[in-house]
């Protein structure tokens, strides 16, 4: 499948099947993490095989079963948007190798993940990923008028980056987000909420692949 068509199938997955991810599979994942380690400021790292960080009452908690498998995004502070935008980019290349993934911000145990940080760096999130029991079921969306604002009537290159971006995965599905459209320039805004500026860079490579970049700029 294209990147589209993974953004359109791609749903939050918490149980897992007890099946190994193929090592042509993970050497496409890391490769990618290397280019994007390499040009963001992140440090993302791939964890295979390892039970524990999702072992935890947390885990449970939260209705994950399974997950062995895990993106670790560990940054300085500062980096919320960076992590959203870059993440989501391996969460759709997951999608697109056939694999299920799930955004998880608390509920699993910090302490158990043997992430690498570098001096200034800290665990900030980690993406659940593997075979999924299921492939997860749509979320639903806030209206698109109530996400964005747009001076008169909206350009047709503006509706498809939108529903693009109200595809992308938000902390319980908050979707604490404003797009606001000025002549052919995009300013996104992160409004109240837990992680909303992580989710809004995932938001942002969601309107970027819906609209391409040759539309507009980002204010």
Known sequence: MD??????SRHSVR???DRPIEEAKAGVLREAITEINRISGLHIQLILNEPLAFSSRLAHYGSFRGCTNYFAIAAPDGFDEAAGYYGEQLVLLAQQLGLNTCWVALTYDKRKVPVICAPGEKLQIVIALGYGETQGTPHKSK????????RGEMPDWFRKGMEAAMLAPTAINQQAFRLILDGNTVTAKALLGPFAKMDLGIVKYHFELGVGTDHFSWA
């Open 15 to 17: 149980a897992y099947l």
């Open 3 to 8: 990147v589209m068509e993974a953004m359109r």
């Open 143 to 150: 209206p698109m008028d109530t996400l964005c604002r747009v």
